[in-house]
Each structure stands twice: as structure tokens, then as C-alpha cells.
């Protein structure tokens, strides 16, 4: 069966999909992708049909710190649905199924629909699915901050739901008819289907409340990695105790942060790794106890570290929660204030303000690195299960429809 995988994100929303498409692949499948060009060379390594859509997400340059104009934001919605829609729909071409993931996946569903095949929506994270028990997801980019202190969730996610139809409907609806389909009224469930899936690991991030018998939890879908690690970054393992990692990842912020951070750990006599990113953080100090890397594995890197600080992606939070490494968090968007509660919950880690002062950083940093935690980290990661992905992949082997319900938890803790 040839399925399309599609994705609109970062690194953190790609990868999953790539362990799904390997966990297909074993099983005699043939997906392919349709995601931003930045990903297509990597994805083709592994020997995968890769479709870029969209412009390049890293771009060179400080990030907008800067809402955009409303009028902007339209512009911007109809440029991006055109864009969708035409490399959705040529990369589609002879599928019998289209697995879709984030919330900018617009137009998946309605080129499913056109095809008359099924469609899958997969989210990474509890946070990005309705629910009276828990808070919508932030938008820090649209000027939003999170309220921790409110409770009031029906009503966040009725206002969730508006700026959804608000920014999307007009320029959707109009693709739609063009294709012969008819008019949504409610674009969040157009997009998120009535029944989603949830690729996250039920330790780390349980559905909230009573069991949702329209949520398929299949567990997260993390890419096996068996790369050696950099002969430079095993020397500075092998050479003294365990040092704590910084890095956060795609983000294109976070130096003022890295600084305060190696900063922090000399203080605690902790040597510190701090890895690029896109934000290009540099190693703010000597080389004797500072090595700056690139891209490695984070599987084999996060089992050597003392703690992993970063910025909260469900990606990276699963990776160190499965190699037992306490976290720290420095949440800046979307699902990650959701990620550092959840490591303050479970006791493997604690979250930071946006802004951390110094004095934070290095309070935060010495209650990460009590033995206490560390121990509790190990133990939640005896738990989690890093095979959701073949779960979701023998799902789809079986034929399963995606209008089937039934919360699937792999593990109960």
C-alpha cells in the first residue's frame, strides 16, 4: 500500500513521521512524504520519496519577534493553503491512504476527501486535541501567554476554535469548492477529524479524564538511532563526570538563555555540552568545559548527561524521559508549557519561565541535578515504550479504519 506521510513543522514533527514510515516500510508498504524543503535531502538518505511544500522553515537571520498584521495573517493563510494544496495533492498521486500531522496540516484532509481515500490525523501531544480536562495549546507567536491559573477550558478551547475558522475557513472553503467539496463550518474538526490519533507515550503524557473512546493512543513514534556518537563528544564524556546538555533544537531563540545556563552549571562545577540548533547558541565559555556540537544522537548522547535543559518539544522531552535524563524546560510555544508540567508531574524534571532570571536558572538547574530526581527519571523510563510507532504501523497494516475508536493505552503508571 503506498501512503503518504505529510507533515507542516519543524524537526520535532518530521522525525515521528519518519519512524512511522520505517516501521511501514518493514511491513511491506511503500510511504512517501510531503513536508518542508529543509527535510527533503534527509528524508531521501533514507531512502524515501520526499515532495517539499511550503518555503524553507530556517531561515537565516533573528526570528520575528512580532506578531503579524491581521491583515498579514490573512495573506499568509491563503498563501500557505495554496501551497498545501498543490504539493499535497501532486505528492498524493496513486495512495490509498494520507497520514497527516500538526495543526497547520490544512489541506490534507479535504485532498483525502477529494481522492476518496481514508485519512489519519496523528497528533504529538495531548495538549493539541479538545478536551474539558486540559488548556488548548499556546500561540506565544499571536501575542498569547499561558494562564496556569485558569481553569475555565471549555471555554478557552470554544475561543480556540473561533481563531481556527477565523484564520482558515474563507481561503479553505474556497479551495474546497473548487475541488466539488462542500463548505466546513467548523475547521479545527475538519482538521483534526472526529477521530484523532495521539503518537504520544501514555507515561509521559496520558489522556486527561476519563478514556476518550474517540482518541486512538498508539504510544509516541521515536526513530530508532544507532549512529555513533562524535569521537570529539565521546572524549569529553570519557573525560570527567557527567556534564548537562543544552540545546534547543529548531527553536531560533534561546542564547541569552544558553549563556545564563553555562553559566549556572560552572557554578555547580558541572561541565555543560550545548548543541547549535538553529539558533546557532555557541558554547559561551572555554572549551575545557564547554564543547559545542552539532547534530548527533540524542539517544546514546541523553543516557551519558547528567540533565537535558531544552526547550520542550515532544520529541526531545520523550528521548531524555526514555534515556531516564532529569529535564529542564525553557518553554516558548505551542505544546510545550503542556511538556515542562508534565516533567514536573511525573518528578523527572521542572520548567522554567520564558525569561529565566539568572538566579532561576541556577536554582532550577541545582533541583534538576538532586539524586532524588535522577532516580525517579530512571524509573519513569523503565516505563515508557519507545515502539509506538510500530503500533501505529501494524494499526494501519490491519487495515484498521480511522473512523474506529478506542483509546489504546500501551502502559498504565
Do not use: K
Amino acid at each position: 500500500m503506498r501512503i503518504l506521510l505529510s507533515t507542516i513543522g519543524t524537526r520535532g514533527d518530521v522525525q515521528p513521521m519518519l519512524a512511522l514510515a520505517m516501521a511501514l516500510r518493514e511491513r511491506g508498504h511503500d510511504p512517501c512524504f510531503c513536508v518542508p524543503p529543509d527535510f527533503c535531502e534527509w528524508i531521501a538518505a533514507m531512502g524515501f520519496r520526499a515532495y517539499a511544500v511550503g518555503p524553507a522553515l530556517r531561515q537565516p537571520g533573528p526570528a520575528a519577534s512580532a506578531a503579524p498584521a491581521a491583515t498579514d495573517m490573512q495573506g499568509m493563510a491563503e498563501r500557505t493553503l495554496a501551497a498545501q494544496f498543490s504539493a499535497i495533492s501532486e505528492a498524493a498521486r496513486g495512495c490509498e491512504l494520507i497520514v497527516g500531522a500538526t495543526a497547520l496540516q490544512i489541506a490534507a484532509p479535504s485532498i483525502a476527501e477529494a481522492m476518496g481515500v481514508p485519512y489519519v490525523f496523528a497528533a504529538f501531544c495531548p495538549a493539541a486535541l479538545p478536551s474539558p480536562c486540559h488548556a488548548p495549546p499556546v500561540y506565544t507567536s499571536l501575542g498569547e501567554r499561558p494562564d496556569a491559573a485558569s481553569t475555565d477550558y471549555p471555554e478557552r478551547w470554544e475561543r480556540d476554535a473561533q481563531r481556527w475558522n477565523l484564520a482558515w475557513r474563507a481561503p479553505l472553503n474556497q479551495h474546497r469548492a473548487a475541488l466539488g467539496l462542500a463548505a466546513v463550518d467548523d475547521v479545527r474538526s475538519h482538521v483534526l477529524t472526529s477521530f484523532p490519533w495521539l503518537a504520544a507515550d501514555p507515561v509521559l503524557a496520558p489522556w486527561p479524564g476519563p478514556a476518550d473512546p474517540a482518541v486512538i493512543q498508539t504510544g509516541a513514534w521515536m526513530l530508532a538511532d544507532d549512529r555513533a556518537l562524535p569521537d570529539e563528544v565521546q572524549r569529553f564524556l570519557d573525560a570527567g563526570e557527567a556534564p548537562v546538555y543544552i540545546g534547543f533544537g529548531s527553536a531560533m531563540s534561546g542564547q541569552g538563555a544558553a549563556a545564563l545556563l553555562a553559566a549556572a552549571a560552572r557554578a555547580l562545577g558541572r561541565r555543560c555540552i550545548v548543541s547549535r540548533g538553529w539558533a546557532g547558541l555557541d558554547r559561551s565559555g572555554s572549551a575545557e568545559d564547554c564543547l559545542l556540537i552539532d547534530e548527533c544522537n540524542h539517544q546514546a548522547l541523553f543516557r551519558r548527561v547528567a540533565a537535558v535543559v531544552h526547550h520542550g518539544g515532544a520529541g526531545t522531552t520523550s528521548t531524555a524521559a526514555l534515556a531516564g535524563a532529569p529535564q529542564l524546560i525553557i518553554p516558548q510555544q505551542y505544546d510545550q508549557f503542556y511538556w515542562a508540567r508534565q516533567v514536573a508531574e511525573l518528578r523527572i524534571g521542572t520548567g522554567a519561565p520564558q525569561e529565566p532570571h539568572p538566579e532561576q536558572v541556577a536554582e532550577l538547574l541545582r533541583h534538576i541535578l538532586q539524586p532524588a530526581m535522577a532516580q525517579q527519571a530512571r524509573e519513569v523510563a523503565s516505563h515508557v515504550d519507545p515502539d509506538g510507532a510500530a503500533v501505529a504501523a501494524q494499526l494501519l497494516s490491519n487495515g484498521m479504519p480511522p473512523n474506529v475508536g478506542g483509546l489504546r493505552v500501551v502502559h498504565t503508571f
